[in-house]
């Protein structure tokens, strides 16, 4: 799980430290900050593609669907106006194996971990410089264990890294030259095998590649789908994972319940056409009167919260869920199943949901505890750059709650102005 972000001269950011729980919600007016942190996300994301800090910035020059777009503004807006360079850092909480891996099998990927799981906790820094040519300037990793891996010494290209045994001082550190294009850490590029930060080197790569965005579009869902194949980012196959997941009897009886609360007319069944000669399937959804309806035709509503729903249901543990306007296309009146949805999978399935809202309903099913958690964004004229705040650290926060309603504080800018 990511617990903490620091945002040092990253776009709209001068220098924020901001925590982070299970389920934290980005409050704030438009052009505030929130969509540039979710920026900084998913550059740490990128980090996990083999690709350079040019490519992360700018985006790759091939021409596919799966290419990676690059952050938003690109290298020439990624730092602060008026500055050169940003440096990210941030807090995980990864599992590893407590297991000794010889040299023959550090290269596999942790899954199915037969050994018993213990937490790390793993902080993480990179100091980039974005002019004239993008460059990785400095990188540390360091655990709770001790031993730190460092970087620093720019030589044109080249970065001098120095790697920091556990328990030896820094006369036994290795020193040794590596691109200063891209990550040392998350590939594990050029990282000898014997090197003791390996393992937590790998649980890193793990996290960074877990940061997903979800993009959930209606007009994308209405196609048939198969049986067997991932739901995809925009949730392109919903019919063919609702066909998989619905076999099982318990698990369809659940997503139906979902469906039976969110929409009207009820649904009362999930039913299916299926093309056998081409493996392909169409969900169909039975509502009380017998009606059946495609996903073809079902409400664009209806499709974005059913495929978030799925989406977090099958996302990996320990995945960090990113989401933009997670009141988009709901009913003021339903935005209470999801909310309560959120709050249950982020509890019992340990994944990590990060969302922007506008909504003053959501905040107001919210529990006590993700209301206090939820970050507050904003510009003020005496300050540069965005400002954020947990919303429960925010000055008589608690004495002002207990006298207006949380949609009243939010419509009316006080959370803006308590900053």
């Known amino acids: 799980m990511l617990k903490r972000l620091r945002l040092e001269d990253f776009k709209s950011f001068v220098d924020e430290d901001v925590p982070l729980a299970p389920l934290t919600l980005l409050l704030g007016a438009n052009a505030s900050g929130k969509s540039n942190f979710l920026d900084a996300l998913q550059f740490l994301h990128a980090n996990s593609f083999d690709l350079d800090l040019e490519q992360i910035l700018n985006g790759e020059q091939r021409v596919s669907p799966d290419a990676w777009r690059g952050l938003r503004g690109g290298a020439s807006e990624a730092a602060r106006l008026g500055t050169s360079r940003f440096t990210l850092e941030s807090d995980w909480t990864v599992v590893l194996l407590d297991i000794e891996f010889s040299a023959s099998s550090v290269g596999r990927r942790l899954i199915d971990n037969p050994y018993r799981e213990i937490s790390l906790d793993i902080t993480h820094r990179m100091a980039c410089r974005t002019a004239p040519q993008p460059l990785l300037e400095e990188e540390r990793l360091s655990h709770e264990g001790g031993g730190t891996a460092r970087t620093g010494a720019l030589r044109g290209d080249r970065i001098e890294v120095s790697v920091l045994p556990p328990g030896a001082d820094t006369a036994e550190s290795e020193t040794r030259l590596v691109s200063a294009h891209r990550s040392v850490f998350p590939l594990n590029q050029q990282v000898p095998r014997a090197d003791k930060m390996l393992l937590p080197s790998m649980a890193l790569a793990e996290a960074f590649s877990q940061i997903e965005f979800l993009n959930i579009q209606p007009s994308a869902m209405r196609g048939y789908g198969r049986r067997n194949a991932p739901l995809g980012g925009e949730g392109r196959n919903i019919s063919g994972v609702l066909a998989q997941l619905c076999d099982d009897a318990e698990t369809k009886r659940a997503i139906t319940d979902w469906l039976a609360e969110f929409c009207a007319p009820e649904i009362t069944d999930i039913d299916f056409v299926e093309v056998k000669e081409l493996g392909d399937v169409m969900a169909m959804f039975v509502e ?87 970050l507050v964004f904003g510009r003020v004229p005496e300050h540069e750059g965005t400002l954020v705040r947990r919303l429960g650290d925010l000055p008589h926060f608690d004495e002002v709650a207990q006298h207006k309603s949380i949609d009243e504080l939010f419509t009316t800018g006080w959370m803006e102005m308590a900053l």
Do not use: C, M
Not at 300 to 327: N, Q, Y
Not at 342 to 349: A, D, G, N, S, Y
Not at 355 to 367: C, E, G, R, Y
């Open 288 to 374: 009380k009167s017998g009606r059946r309806v495609s996903a073809r035709s079902a409400s664009d509503g209806t499709l974005r919260f059913l495929g978030t729903l799925l989406a977090l249901r099958l996302a990996p543990r320990d995945s960090v869920i990113l989401l933009e306007e997670l009141d988009s296309g709901l009913h003021p009146t339903r935005i209470k199943l999801l909310v309560e949805y959120l709050e249950t999978v982020t509890r019992e399935r340990g994944i990590q949901v990060i969302a922007t809202t506008h909504s003053p309903v959501i905040l107001q099913w919210l529990s006590q505890q993700t209301l206090r958690d939820s």
